[in-house]
């Protein structure tokens, strides 16, 4: 698949100011331009070889349950960014991806949950902007704020990513904004909301258990949606699924407690072990159903 292709979604805000112009060509997406599934969970190892806590960057429900406990109050105005499909090469990768999660859930949405698919805004920006959520900041990752509806990315991250690990990178923001757009998919779905509501009245140990089950349930719902993308457009290539499984397993919480301080805390998870993170990738990517992703059983 080559994203050059692909539609572009208009529904980008861009607040990257004029020094975010991409020089053409230049590496982004390598010379083969193909996007497979080893997007899903790449985004993890480029983290952590950049010094980067995975787990925040794609991460998300930390966000969510900040703002559930009232931090977003009296927010001054958001910028207002410009509308529509960026002209940076970057920013174009952003809108055709987004465009292929619009194309895939405003069908799979009613036709597996009766749900009507709102599309969810991608807000691009660089440092920090204002979020429904409160202040965004690059470091916190790409998140979804369940406030606003919208969708943070840091685009000065990607080129950062894109600086060290040169064709490489989109996979890994495919993969971003698929697990983001998961957490959209759990807000109209209606069980981020609830399952915000019960972390509130829940101990620190149940609060982060509950976040486990939520961010299990976006990669689950990111493989729902590469499931039929491929299906649709033939994206996944062979090998992709092996080298996302690989990933995974690299990149669990318990992988990563292991490798900052020699032991393994279960309780204070937040994006599941490494083979939860595999187990419910799978079960995304190979039945295609929402209803495959229920975590909370
Ligand atoms: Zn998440």
Redesign the pocket.
């Known amino acids: 698949m080559k994203w050059e292709d692909f539609r572009q979604s208009e529904n980008i805000e861009d607040r990257r100011g004029s020094d975010y112009a991409e020089s053409g060509g230049g590496g982004f997406g390598g010379s083969s331009g193909h996007l497979g599934l080893g997007a899903m969970v790449v985004l993890g190892i480029i983290g952590y070889a950049l010094g980067i806590d995975p787990r925040v960057l ?4 930390e966000m969510a349950s900040q703002m559930a406990s009232g931090g977003a109050q009296h927010q001054s105005a958001a910028p207002r960014g410009q509308m529509g499909a960026p002209k940076d090469r970057i920013g174009q990768f952003v809108a055709a991806i987004l465009a292929e999660n619009e194309d895939v859930w405003k069908d799979v949405l009613p036709q597996q949950a009766n749900v009507r698919f709102v599309p969810a805004p991608v807000v691009l920006f660089n440092g920090q902007t204002r979020s429904g959520c409160g202040r965004a900041q690059s470091a916190m990752g790409p ?2 704020c369940p406030e606003d509806k919208k969708i943070y990315l840091d685009t000065s991250f990607f080129r950062e990513m894109k600086q060290r690990f040169g064709g490489g990178g989109d996979f890994a923001y495919a993969y971003v904004i698929a ?2 757009m ?2 959209h998919i759990q807000d109209q779905l209606g069980t981020l909301s609830k399952w915000q509501a019960a972390q509130q009245n829940s101990s620190k140990v149940d609060a982060n258990a509950i976040s486990v089950r ?2 299990l349930q ?1 990669d689950c719902l990111a493989g729902v949606w590469a499931a039929n993308a491929n299906q649709k457009w033939q994206v996944i290539e062979p090998g992709d699924v092996e080298k996302a499984v690989a990933t995974a397993q690299a990149i669990g919480d318990d992988k990563l407690q292991e490798a900052a301080q020699g032991r393994v805390v279960p309780d204070s998870f937040t ?1 599941g072990s490494a083979a939860q993170r595999v187990k419910w990738l799978q079960r995304g990517l190979q039945s295609g159903k929402i209803s495959s992703c229920n975590t909370f059983n």
């Open positions: 794609i991460g998300g429900a998140f979804y697990h983001e998961g957490h939520i961010e976006a994006h």
